[in-house]
């Protein structure tokens, strides 16, 4: 699956499934890419991975896509600026998430980032993903999409206007920080579960009657697919690193028992 035909799906709000990886190691994240997840994000905030591992990330996803599942690389960048944004982008992503997202003109700002002109202020450069998904500026921009992270309680107050904001092809749900702008005391604090529940059904609804994809990290496959029934339009499973520890755990249980 290309840039394009992803970003076809995922503004035709179809269900898409991808999978989350915070480590420097792109060996495991091409493994990855040829299970059938539809898109592999590398985490550039809060991810163990600089810029060369952005790079080599992504050239992993495309790898392990040929050998297999057709995924793409998405990157959740660090910042909303035009810089990072810029850069993910001309590295090979066919798209980014963009965090802490808090108003329309944070949206506004985002969608300018990953634009070329006259729609956007992106800089042309792209060293890489001119091979997969330009050159042409109006043909990249089609191909590439822009997530709106919807955590913060300023993001989850403005959402309507958010979702409504021109160029934007979707929001995404951080539930740890969503769970803390409601009040949790650490993420997953039972004790917030229906604020938190009715905030992620408002995001999910709220997006559907503006016409916008809607995405929310989860857990695990289980709680992807509930969420997908609940009428989000992708989910992200989980990340490489919970999973190495999750799976060794339970080796060692097991040999142990």
């Given at each position: 699956?290309g840039?394009?035909?992803?970003?076809?799906?995922?503004?035709?709000?179809?269900?898409?499934?991808?999978?989350?990886?915070?480590?420097?190691?792109?060996?495991?994240?091409?493994?990855?890419?040829?299970?059938?997840?539809?898109?592999?994000?590398?985490?550039?905030?809060?991810?163990?991975?600089?810029?060369?591992?952005?790079?080599?990330?992504?050239?992993?996803?495309?790898?392990?896509?040929?050998?297999?599942?057709?995924?793409?690389?998405?990157?959740?960048?660090?910042?909303?600026?035009?810089?990072?944004?810029?850069?993910?982008?001309?590295?090979?992503?066919?798209?980014?998430?963009?965090?802490?997202?808090?108003?329309?003109?944070?949206?506004?700002?985002?969608?300018?980032?990953?634009?070329?002109?006259?729609?956007?202020?992106?800089?042309?450069?792209?060293?890489r993903?001119?091979?997969?998904?330009?050159?042409?500026?109006?043909?990249?921009?089609?191909?590439?999409?822009?997530?709106?992270?919807?955590?913060?309680?300023?993001?989850?107050?403005?959402?309507?206007?958010?979702?409504?904001?021109?160029?934007?092809?979707?929001?995404?749900?951080?539930?740890?920080?969503?769970g803390l702008?409601?009040?949790?005391?650490?993420?997953?604090?039972?004790?917030?579960?229906?604020?938190?529940?009715?905030?992620?059904?408002?995001?999910?609804?709220?997006?559907?009657?503006?016409?916008?994809?809607?995405?929310?990290?989860?857990?695990?496959?289980?709680?992807?697919?509930?969420?997908?029934?609940?009428?989000?339009?992708?989910?992200?499973?989980?990340?490489?690193?919970?999973?190495?520890?999750?799976?060794?755990?339970?080796?060692?249980?097991t040999?142990?028992?």
């Open positions: 699956m840039a394009l035909e992803f970003a076809g799906r995922l503004r035709g709000r179809e269900k898409l499934v991808g999978y989350w990886v915070v480590l420097d190691a792109p060996v495991a994240t091409e493994r990855i890419a040829r299970v059938g997840y539809d898109y592999v994000v590398l985490d550039g905030q809060h991810g163990l991975i600089g810029y060369q591992g952005l790079l080599t990330g992504l050239l992993a996803v495309d790898a392990g896509a040929a050998l297999g599942s057709g995924s793409v690389g998405l990157v959740r960048v660090e910042a909303n600026h035009p810089t990072p944004i810029g850069r993910a982008l001309d590295a090979g992503a066919a798209g980014v998430i963009v965090p802490l997202v808090d108003s329309s003109e944070d949206v506004t700002r985002a969608v300018q980032a990953a634009k070329y002109p006259p729609a956007g202020v992106r800089s042309y450069g792209p060293m993903s001119a091979l997969r998904v330009g050159p042409v500026p109006a043909e990249a921009d089609a191909a590439t999409v822009v997530l709106a992270m919807i955590e913060t309680p300023l993001g989850l107050k403005n959402v309507a206007e958010i979702c409504a904001t021109p160029g934007l092809d979707g929001v995404y749900v951080g539930p740890s920080d969503l702008s409601v009040g949790a005391r650490f993420p997953g604090d039972p004790e917030v579960e229906g604020p938190f529940e009715e905030a992620v059904e408002l995001i999910a609804r709220t997006a559907q009657e503006a016409g916008v994809a809607a995405g929310i990290h989860t857990p695990d496959g289980q709680t992807a697919q509930r969420r997908l029934s609940q009428g989000y339009t992708f989910a992200t499973v989980a990340s490489d690193l919970t999973h190495l520890e999750a799976v060794a755990a339970s080796h060692l249980d040999a142990r028992s």
